[in-house]
């Protein structure tokens, strides 16, 4: 069965199609510290879907808004005949260690215990009880990093056969761009480049490598990655991502910046990918 919901209603005065980032918890009135690295996520899709993460798995389901309460959607539905329930919230169940999962436990149990919600400019408050989320507006909240002079790290590699490479625990390949420089590691063997720049497009040439031979998983990242650098390629970034991509769109690049909010713990996406 596919629940559709929403649209609900955005624009001004609402959270509709924004994802915000905590920066204020209190209990009674006294600031409560979350595990360090993250930061507490709330997405509300125009859709009507939250979408929540406390720093290891995710909540969501569609939701209400209605006379500043958010309550998780749990309306009739008729479907061939048959009256039924939306089936409430679904959250993810990764382990991630004690810390992690108690966070999880307490903010997800706060959120479906239909907390009061407030939007003051980019800034939207969450309440129930004692307690209180104050979150920002994720565009302040985490500014694109900058392109030059970031660590990017390799999530998956897009193949010219248009299929994307995951390599396991294999240790992910990097890039920084500095001017007309690059260099980083392919996961094994350190390397340079230099970077003709166009609009937005980067082109790697000279590209040399220091190498090691690597095997398994570590050298079809290599093979993968040097070969993906050999086109040029279109860059786009959103919030902490850069996607480089061929002008066929059938190879290129995804990557990742650490972000502040640490969703996805490191640990955690290697052990996945």
């Not at 999962?101 to 129930?128: A, I, K, M, R, Y």
């Not at 007309?180 to 609009?199: F, K």
């Not at 290599?222 to 040029?232: G, K, N, S, W």
């Not at 996607?243 to 052990?271: H, K």
Request: hydrophobic fraction near 35%; glycine fraction near 10%.
């Amino acid at each position: 069965m596919t629940v559709v919901y929403g649209p609900l209603i955005g624009g001004e005065g609402s959270p509709i199609g924004k994802t915000y980032l905590s920066v204020s918890v209190q209990d009674d009135g006294v600031e409560r510290a979350v595990v360090p690295g993250t930061r507490i996520r709330v997405q509300i899709r125009k859709d009507g879907v939250l979408i929540a993460r406390a720093g290891c798995n995710s909540l969501s389901g569609g939701i209400m808004l209605d006379d500043g309460v958010l309550r998780f959607d749990s309306s009739e539905i008729i479907e061939d005949g048959v009256l039924r329930f939306a089936s409430g919230p679904i959250q993810t169940q990764m382990n991630c260690g004690p810390e992690f999962s108690t966070q999880d436990d307490w903010f997800f149990g706060f959120l479906v215990h239909e907390p009061e919600w407030t939007v003051d400019g980019d800034t939207f408050t969450l309440t129930n009880g004692r307690t209180t989320f104050v979150l920002l507006d994720i565009r302040l909240a985490e500014p694109d990093p900058p392109l030059d002079g970031t660590l990017w790290t390799v999530e998956a590699i897009l193949r010219d056969t248009g299929h994307f490479g995951y390599y396991g625990s294999a240790v992910p390949a990097t890039l920084v761009l500095n001017g007309t420089l690059a260099s980083g590691s392919t996961g094994s063997s350190a390397y340079a480049a230099t970077v003709a720049r166009a609009d937005d497009t980067l082109t790697f040439t000279h590209l040399s490598i220091t190498p090691t031979n690597p095997s398994g998983r570590a050298a079809a990242m290599e093979q993968d990655f040097l070969e993906a650098l050999r086109v040029p390629l279109t860059y786009t970034m959103k919030s902490n991502r850069l996607r480089l991509r061929a002008a066929t769109g059938t190879g290129g690049v995804n990557l990742v910046a650490d972000r502040p909010d640490g969703y996805p713990p490191r640990r955690l996406w290697t052990q996945q990918s």
